[in-house]
């Protein structure tokens, strides 16, 4: 490993030794010296120009600490009368055009200004501004110019952090002001409402709207996608008033996006479940309490047990759910219900990816961390729109791109990142296994591989050459409507880099041959020896906060916790040695099936937590008799979902802002979650209701705090590490020191693991090549369904939006309902406009939306989004699903389209 050469300089009369290129502001915080900043933020690039930093070096003057790098033998002097002079002049120089009027001001003690200027001797003053000039265009974001100190960090977040060039600066000298876009509202700009500018504005030029004074700072992690932020919730009187980025966030290294950012407020809604709810004769719903509830429901899952078998129960977990939580549901499952019917949402993401590394690789999770993004000079983006899905990634990916990273990105959509590729190419949906097996052939046809890295780390090598064969790059074209050339440059590009990776997402796995395509992206990476080393790698982009976590804990009908088999007899042994009890070993039923049981009326009892399947899940109307179907049907969730309204008990259950535990994000960090208020009314944690309930049952888990009957996550993680061979390095302890650990972790003296797979040393053994065999599709576009629609999230909503719609961000451009996205060419032939009602179609159902006519769609392809319940786009989805994990088929609906006067 390369070291950096280390230099000496004298500073306040003490030799210092650091690394070349260390800047002064640095060591003196090293140190623990304070030096006072207004233009400086760690995230960004040192530019020198507040000047309130400035230090003196001998022989040089005066220079700003933030954008000075050490010379070697050099003397400074950091606090001599000269310096604080300087800095006091300075001081009142800024202060000249931004009067210290803080009593008042909105942001009042918050301000970075006043609380360097006071640290000077500057006495605050009594706000006495009359009527001010307030920009509130953007719902969020208000700009007050006669507050800037014209320090362009806003201007530089923008631009170095979230890449959206909007925010710049327009006059001279004391009129600079801060403006976006061509002086227009932030919106109509382009701002994505990241909420970055606030957060580095060091006075009130920047106000956020919906910040409200508070009295506690709670550090805690994101509950929306899979990136895993780290966020701080602002809270008063147990309440939420405002969240911003953590600094000392590991994923989003003080960053958010919009949903991180302002998508709170659900938190608080009035439409929030707070008493558990029994449907009565008539149909409605009762409030009871806690003991009527448990009751009902225990004996109800015990009769079922007994009438008909253990099997003729199921659980359905979430990713919603903390690790602790998803442990806790599928120990319930197995000890409590005596079965192995314990699913969770991955069945309708990412089960495909976790199935293909599991046997290709080793281990069922992404093989790289997000660092590696900045290390990769060749980027492969699949079937992922990271910019909308997972903005804070997808801003990183944007940055490495503007830095030089080569950028590959195969879609139909016409992404943003899509428009800054190197290369993209816009295939038909559908066409994923045509593409990638041309790729594949294209790397074995031109030599592109890594013969020695095939040789010492893979096996199948051969196997898959033959089955190739007949997927040349010429047939792919034809099937996937792009030239036979760009397929090759491809090839050729990934091949080429020294250290490339490829991401994918549910364009990949949200198919009938999803996993099959997973299977054929890790094969390029093993042919090409892109793996286990720093900037390469093959993984997915996780889609929901703790869809990975959910999985690692055994929410799974076939594996205990860290995938391991049901069917293996020391693994039996050992959880049935600590559960107390004798275990199932017949592989429970995944999701789709337990849905097929129920509609054939072998599945009685299901316990669905934090999941709207009657919303979310494809073919809705067979979702709909299914659980209509079950003799009884728990619901336990935050809201009022699709799936409550048909359920027979209702319990109310706990945001992530309310209770305790660890998630784990895309890149299998594992970083612990502290809950920031108590939950309304007399809602529980979902761990502390099914804990409650295995009690009610008969069962002591152990979980108890030891003082009262409260669910203590901690013991459940001590479990955990007990049982999970690759957690067992993982206690709380750890996590709070650390702020996060990545899994393989398997001992408390081990670090955790960046790259998995490092230097070809597989968890296999060695990496297995998997034939990638292409099967035709049964329903393409035809004469009366001729377009394609594929689905995915948009920027402001998660999934299906329970939590955004209840919150301001419904305020935005974009966000208030949902469209159908349309190429000009055809809206052109069907005489629609942007506004217009349109009628959209498949073998499986009809609903009406609004047509949105843009450029993002290619000619053919239309595009909506799942997050409505009045539209209800799932009924349009059929019941396709992937080969090996039933997976459901999201992206490839045919469909027409007919305006609706």
Partial sequence: MKTTPQITATIDGAQVEFPVGTTLLNILRDMGKDVPTLCHSNRLKPVGQC???????????????????????????????????????????ILRTHPLRCRGCVVEGRCQLESVAVKMGFTPLENQQGTVEIDTRHP????????????GLCVRACTEIQGQNVLGMVGRGEGLRVVAGLDQSMQAAGCVSCGQCLFECPTG??????????????????????VGCRLRALVKDNRVVGMEPDPAGAANRGHACVKGRFGFHFTHSEQRLTMPLIRQPDGGFKETGWDAALDLVAKRFAQIGADHGA?????????????????????????????????????????????????????????????????????????????????????RIRQAVIKGCRLIVIDPRNTELARMADVHIPLRPGANIPLINALQSVLIEEKLYDADFIQSHAEGFEALKQALTPYTAEWAAQQAGVSVQIIRDVARLYAEGKAAQILWGLGIT??????????GLINMAIMTGNLGRPGTGSSPIRGQNNVQGACDMGALPNVFS?????????????????????????????????????????????????????????????????FENLDFLVVQDLFMTESAKLADVILPGASFLEKSGTFVNSDRRIQPLTQAVMPPGQALSDGDITNQLARWMGY????????????????????????????????????NALGFLQWPCPDTDHPGTDIVHRDGQFLRGRARLTPTQWRARIDPCDEKYPFMLTTGRILYHYNVGSMTRRTPITRLDGAQQERLRIHPSDAERFHLSSGDRVAVSSAQGCVTVQAEVSDQTNPGVLFMAFHFPETRTNLLIGSAADDHTLCPEYKVTPVRIEKVD
Avoid at 57 to 69: L, M, R
Avoid at 140 to 151: E, G, M, P, S, W
Avoid at 374 to 394: C, F, I, K, W, Y
Avoid at 510 to 519: L, P, R, V, Y
């Fill in 311 to 395: 099997d003729a129960l199921g659980v359905v977990s979430s990713a919603r759910c903390s690790n602790e939580e998803n442990f806790t549901l599928q120990k319930f499952a197995r000890v409590v219900l005596g079965t192995n019917n314990i699913d969770n949402c991955a069945r309708v993401c990412h089960s495909p990816s976790a199935f293909a590394l599991g046997e290709a690789l080793g281990t069922g999770a992404g093989t790289n961390s997000f660092e590696d993004i900045e290390r990769s000079d060749v980027l492969m983006l699949v079937g992922a729109n990271p910019t909308e899905a997972h903005p804070v990634l997808g801003a």
């Fill in 700 to 735: 002591d888990f152990g979980f108890d705090n030891g003082v009262g009957t409260a669910f203590d996550p901690e013991r459940v993680m001590d479990e955990i590490a007990a049982l999970t061979p690759n957690w067992a390095g993982v206690n709380y302890q750890r996590l």
């Fill in 205 to 226: 030029a920047l106000q956020s709207a919906d910040v409200g004074r508070y009295d506690k700072v709670v550090s805690t992690i994101c509950g929306y996608c899979a």
């Fill in 510 to 519: 949200e198919s009938c041959q999803g996993t099959i395509a997973a299977f």
């Fill in 140 to 151: 969020f974001i208000h700009i007050q110019n006669d507050l800037c100190v014209q320090c």
């Fill in 51 to 93: 000047r309130i930093c400035l230090v003196e070096e001998e022989g040089a003057g005066f220079v700003p600490a933030c954008a000075t790098q050490v010379k070697a033998g050099a003397r400074y002097f950091t606090d001599s009368e000269s310096v604080q002079k300087t800095r006091y002049h300075v001081m009142e120089m």
């Fill in 562 to 626: 860290d995938y391991q088999s049901i069917a293996d007899p020391e693994v039996q042994r050992r959880h049935s040695a600590r559960w107390g009890k004798g275990l199932s070993t017949k592989i429970g039923l995944k999701m789709p099936e337990m849905l097929a049981a129920a509609r054939h009326g072998t599945l009685k009892g299901l316990y669905l937590v934090a999941q709207d399947p009657a919303q979310s899940d494809p073919d809705t109307n067979n979702v709909v008799n299914a």
